[in-house]
């Protein structure tokens, strides 16, 4: 395959200033309609020490592809909203690679900024975030990248390390968690402008997860151990859930009722109720866990265990882990495509 190629940045004018730390946001499938049996939903993970992918089919619970990427350490993945393709982050090499989900091969790799981490899509899927540490331009920024005219259309400077995004259910704003600042931005993607910036101080802080009516954004606040509830209509804080230990990610069950999170260092998947903000489960995990996905049906979440090798499958409605999936070395990323 050919070495990536750089492409273009916009002139001074189109530049506009960035808010940092995107987080990525994993897509969920939808409800599936029509005569007939719906095909599985897969999931995605990214191995970075195997430099590939590998697919879990999110019925049986069992690994039924793989995909070599190439060199590079490939680490985050996202799927456009329209469910063919997927975007991986290489850490290593500092580039893209775009996945043919039909064909299930890595099709292409591009190079868009500097050094990215985590990507996102706007929900139209038109445009690519790519959050950006140390970019091209020397700053830690958000880049909004056009798809079909291929260039970039505007860029917003963070504070540093953009880790996590999501966007509004509106679309209007997107939320970006600033992994060593501390700090949530969050930014106007219409406008390439930050609209605000919460700044918690914990380090580490990565995890962002939206109610379905977009009122409330929880965010991990890392080596504060908590998770930050903030009302999205007023940008301020309005409660703290304490935890027992550095906080990693942070996702809410499908139906709402509960918020899994991770802390990676302590190994350790600890489930706060929402309704009162108390924990109601605390699970041991065999190494390093990472990132949490929630299949389509609400049954089980699946969480990355890096230093493991494997995917843990945890049931919902128990809070029990009832199964682990061998992966590829050093499993991160997670993408879900829709069914």
């Known amino acids: 395959m050919p070495p990536p190629q750089r492409l273009p940045n916009p002139s001074g004018s189109e530049r506009r200033p960035l808010v940092r730390n995107l987080g990525v946001t994993l897509l969920l499938a939808a409800t599936v309609c029509g005569a007939g049996p719906a095909a599985a939903a897969t999931l995605y993970i990214t191995n970075t020490k195997s430099d590939s992918v590998s697919i879990i089919d999110t019925d049986t619970l069992e690994v039924v592809g793989t995909i070599p990427l190439g060199k590079g350490k490939p680490n985050r ?5 329209d469910g063919k393709t997927a975007w991986v982050v290489y850490d290593k090499s500092r ?31 038109r445009q690519l975030l790519v959050l950006d540490w140390s970019s091209d331009t020397g700053s830690d920024e958000v880049i909004f990248y056009d798809l079909k005219a291929e260039k970039i259309a505007g860029r917003v400077e963070v504070s540093t390390w953009p880790a996590h995004s999501v966007f509004s259910r509106d679309a209007r704003l997107v939320y970006v968690s600033g992994e060593t600042a501390g700090d949530v931005t969050v930014i106007d993607p219409a406008t390439y402008q930050t609209v605000q910036r919460l700044v918690h101080g914990g380090g580490d802080a990565m995890g962002l997860a939206l109610t379905a009516d977009g009122k409330t954004l929880y965010a991990a606040a890392g080596e504060n151990k908590a998770v930050l509830k903030i009302d999205t209509g007023s940008h301020k804080v309005v409660g703290e859930i304490p935890l027992p230990g550095i906080v990693h990610e942070a996702t809410l069950t499908l139906d709402g009722q509960f918020l899994y999170t991770t802390l990676r260092k302590a190994n350790k998947l600890v489930v706060v109720r929402t309704a009162d903000d108390k924990i109601v489960a605390v699970l041991p995990q065999k190494g390093y866990p990472d990132l949490v996905t929630m299949e389509p049906g609400g049954r089980y979440a699946l969480v990355t265990n890096r230093y ?8 919902v409605k128990s809070h029990t882990q009832v199964k682990t999936i061998a992966v590829g070395r050093a499993p991160h990323g997670m993408a879900l495509r829709p069914r």
């Open 95 to 125: 580039d893209l690679g775009v996945i043919d989900a039909e064909t299930r091969k890595l099709v292409r790799r591009v190079r868009i900024g500097g050094n990215p981490y985590n990507l996102n899509f706007t929900p139209d899927g």
């Open 77 to 81: 993945i996202v799927f456009h909203p």
């Open 308 to 315: 493991a090798d494997l995917v843990s499958v945890i049931d």
